[in-house]
């Protein structure tokens, strides 16, 4: 029997060595599915064999260097399948933590709407040296690891020019983004620029937001501190094309309006003007208005574009909105400056996820009506903090600079909305079908600002201006993933020391903190002596 048994165990040995030569010899790859059956038959017959083998294996036992070795190799075979089972665990599950102040390791919710909505396969190419595979990746990874439908591939153009003359690659550092189709490149690896080119590839069409000019409205070309080109800019990033309209000339609004804005015009709008934007909005067009307060006592009131405002359920206030909280004084302004750090529910605000302050300079107030007007209900989205008010008299307010609460005199105590938006089904058939069967139903959506100054280039430095401007244009051109905080930069976390401050720290770290040590070691030395 025992020879029985020892030719079993050779066997077993030999159909375990046979299975491992079918899985890893490449010459036999045809046979390496019975791999498996051969070694299940090897470990059964080394099995047998040990099984036969028990009373010598008993007596084995029976001494103790034995039992505690078996017990040490014991403990070292459950803490190895220990740690191989969180290896195997933390393979599956994967989990990040972002420790920084602002985030700046982490998609910002801008990003992460964006690949939220994707909903078919997006590749991202990289056309880049083989050596600054790594910078790519490290952000890239981010991609992939929010979204199954994101794929990277890395190209290296000095070793595969073919692939890419073939993607018409011009220069190092290409990404290339492909989706149902579509193609879009971007030439850095910044966060920005690379969501809004995946936004670009996804949307398939440059929207186009129309600024209107004759009236003393807001320049979108104009560098200045009141001027408009960065907020501009940072629409064209989103794959908004802006433009210049005069009503006036063009005698109505054009067909590929996205979007029309009357940011800050100084005088009203003609009745001819009006009637224009009525039709374009009965055909589910998009309306912002952006109304400053009057700036002077005897300025003219714009009474048609309030008329307007009137007939959607918004009233502008004849009032400048004053915020006695101080908080204006962070972003270097007065009273006149009101600030909101919280928001009603809305689209817009992300339904109370948006938590960034904004400030308004010179801004007035923006009522729902109660009840609604013409069937237009209306609804805040911006408001004051309740140390604010509505300051009615703009005389005495602009010209000794000083104001009041007085609620007899009309005054009213915050919170102050000043910011309201109000939609309406089509009524009016439009000519043509979205050529998108995905696209949302068409429905006219009009949005209005007591104030255009907070989008102006001096004021988007305040944390959340830029975004809520831009949430307010993705809202009204049914963008909703659009609708989101975008990428900060990261926070500069240098100290500069003067140079007294600088010697002060030499001589610590040189020479008092080491000579400390020397010290209680020469002092520990003499005690034991």
């Known amino acids: 029997m025992k020879r029985i048994f020892s030719l079993i165990s050779w066997l077993g040995i030999a159909l375990v060595a046979v299975a491992l030569a079918l899985k890893f010899t490449p010459a036999l790859n045809n046979y390496s599915q019975y791999s498996s059956a051969f070694a299940i038959a090897g470990l059964v017959c080394v099995l047998i064999y040990v099984a036969s083998e028990w009373r010598e294996i008993a007596k084995v036992y029976e001494r103790r260097q034995a039992r505690y070795g078996t017990l040490a190799a014991t403990s070292v075979v459950v803490v190895l399948a220990v740690l191989v089972a969180i290896n195997y665990i933390a393979g599956k599950q994967n989990k990040r933590w972002d420790l920084t102040t602002n985030k700046q390791f982490s998609l910002s919710d801008q990003s992460r709407n964006v690949l939220q909505k994707l909903d078919s396969p997006l590749k991202i190419t990289i056309f880049a040296r083989e050596l600054d595979f790594g910078r790519y990746q490290d952000k890239l990874k981010e991609y992939e690891y929010l979204s199954k439908k994101v794929s990277t591939e890395y190209v290296d153009p000095d070793k595969k020019p073919a692939v890419a003359q073939q993607n018409n690659i011009q220069q190092y550092g290409t990404i290339l983004f492909q989706y149902k189709g579509r193609s879009e490149r971007v030439t850095t690896d910044a966060e920005q620029d690379i969501t809004n080119g995946i936004i670009k590839t996804v949307s398939g069409q440059q929207r186009k937001v129309y600024f209107t000019q004759g009236h ?218 979205p050529a998108n069967a995905d696209a949302p139903k068409p429905e006219t959506r009009v949005a209005v600002m007591g104030d255009s100054d907070f989008a102006a280039n001096n004021a988007l430095g305040i944390p959340g201006n830029r975004d809520l401007f831009l949430n307010i244009i993705g809202w009204l051109s049914q963008q909703e993933n659009l609708i989101s905080i975008r990428p900060k930069e990261p926070d500069d976390r240098r100290i500069t020391l003067t140079a007294t401050q600088q010697t002060n720290i030499a001589w610590i770290s040189i020479v008092i903190v080491p000579g400390a040590i020397f010290g209680t070691g020469v002092y520990a030395w003499w005690r034991r002596r």
């Open 216 to 433: 003393g409205e807001k320049d979108t070309g104009s560098s200045e501190r009141d001027g408009y080109n960065t907020i501009a800019t940072a629409l064209g990033r989103e794959n908004y094309g802006t433009e210049k309209l005069v009503i006036a000339q063009q005698g109505s609004i054009p067909d590929d309006a996205s979007v029309v804005i009357a940011a800050g015009p100084k005088n009203d709008f003609f009745p001819q003007e009006i009637d224009a934007l009525k039709k374009y909005l009965d055909k589910g067009g998009k309306l912002l208005l952006l109304i400053d307060p009057p700036d002077r006592p005897d300025g003219t009131p714009l009474k048609n574009l309030i008329a307007l405002a009137h007939d959607w359920g918004m009233d502008l206030g004849n009032d400048v909105v004053v915020d006695a909280s101080g908080m204006g004084r962070l972003f270097g302004g007065d009273a006149s400056v009101p600030v909101a750090a919280s928001y009603p529910t809305h689209a817009i605000t992300k339904n109370g996820q948006f938590r960034v302050i904004t400030a308004f300079p010179l801004a007035r107030s923006v009522t729902a009506v109660s009840g609604g007007v013409n069937g237009h209900t209306a609804q805040a989205f911006v408001e004051t903090g309740p140390n604010s008010w509505a300051e009615t008299d703009i005389k005495g307010l602009l010209t000794s600079g000083q104001a009041g609460l007085d609620e007899a005199k009309g005054d009213k105590k915050g919170p102050i909305a000043i910011g309201a938006v109000a939609t309406a089904a089509v009524t009016t058939p439009t000519e043509s079908k």
